[in-house]
């Protein structure tokens, strides 16, 4: 580890956000939260809690939470976004003429563009401008259980190592490992595309499957994401790091993750509309399905997997009749990658 970094901003005052406050609290001098609510701002800075999202953990005297964009922003060195996807576009806009050209931004968002289908990078590079400096962060990082100081790691991208470096520095510590690649597009979509998966997870619990399926649906939706991924530039072997199998392995099997509880209310007859207002939260999985069934047709990839998911959230299709149907496609060969 080196000296402490300088002033790092988070944007998104969720739970995730207030974990990467958390954690980049312990290498920053100073770490301020921008909060799209500025109501939930002031109760933080009454509280020094996450009074809505993490009422149990108390905030290190260096984190400092705000609504307004222009203070969290001022004099960073490096920006983390954690905001749902589809947001990620206008604060991007929003904060580009409140930055230097020399801050790096890193994606802590797991999601794809619904209208764009372009991954959050992408969306950073269009609305920040050419020459942007961006970085990604994807991997097993279960908010709460990261609140609790338990143990985990993650991976940080970036086409230039030295902004990969520079962000792993900044946010390493005891509790929280970061590892280093430059396959932007590998972490990005292992990230993201684990959402789906992990809706099917729930849906298997739901349905009261056993390990046997569940090892089935990990490893088959394992290499549908590699499929897609490399189809969009990502490295195969990328899906066996930290941001694809560890992160894939972590939300499946947890309730912790909003993703699973969705598909497992859905698996017990919730309505999609009424499982996402019992969340109260984002569930990325949701929207993600929608934008990657969309593209894998225009690119002609197979994912047999989302398709069942997408007719099970947006289409009405029974959970059970779903599972039928992927048991009884084609038979097919295991080696597709060799």
């Not at 609290?25 to 800075?45: I, K, M, N």
């Not at 490096?78 to 020399?102: C, D, F, G, K, N």
């Not at 563009?113 to 942007?132: M, N, Y």
Request: charged share 20%.
């Amino acid at each position: 580890m080196t000296e402490a970094a300088g002033r790092i901003a988070i944007l998104g005052g969720g739970s995730w956000g207030t974990v990467l406050a958390l954690t980049a609290a312990a290498r920053a001098c100073e770490v301020r939260v921008w909060c799209r609510d500025a109501r939930l701002a002031e109760e933080v800075a009454t509280h020094r809690v996450n009074v809505r999202y993490l009422p149990d953990v108390a905030l290190p005297a260096n984190v400092a939470f705000t609504g307004e964009l222009e203070t969290a922003l001022c004099d960073a060195e490096l920006v983390l976004v954690a905001v749902p996807t589809e947001a990620v576009a206008a604060i991007a806009r929003a904060s580009r003429p409140l930055v230097s050209r020399q801050t790096l931004f890193v994606s802590a968002a797991k999601g794809i563009e619904i209208a764009s289908h372009c991954s959050v990078s992408e969306v950073l590079g269009r609305e920040l401008g050419p020459g942007a400096r961006i970085a990604v962060l994807s991997g097993p990082n279960l908010a709460r259980e990261m609140a609790a100081g338990k143990p985990t790691g993650a991976v940080v991208a970036s086409r230039d190592p030295a902004d990969a470096r520079q962000a792993q520095l900044a946010l390493s510590t005891q509790l929280y490992r970061l590892y280093s690649s430059t396959d932007v597009i590998g972490v990005e979509m292992g990230g993201a595309l684990k959402n789906i998966i992990a809706i099917g997870a729930g849906i298997v619990r739901g349905l009261g499957f056993g390990d046997n399926s569940m090892g089935a649906l990990l490893t088959r939706g394992l290499a549908e994401m590699a499929r897609y991924g490399v189809r969009r530039g990502a490295r195969p072997l990328t899906f066996n790091g930290l941001s694809g199998m560890g992160d894939l392995v972590a939300t499946c099997n947890s309730p912790l993750s909003r993703n699973h509880r969705v598909g497992f209310a859905i698996a017990r007859g919730a309505r999609l509309d009424d499982a996402l207002k019992e969340l109260g939260m984002v569930a990325e999985g949701v929207p993600t399905t929608r934008a990657v069934r969309e593209h894998a047709g225009l690119l002609g990839v197979d994912m047999p997997i989302t398709k069942e998911i997408h007719s099970v959230l947006f289409e009405g299709k029974d959970a059970r009749a779903a599972v039928v149907d992927l048991m009884s496609r084609d038979l097919k060969s295991e080696e597709e990658f060799r």
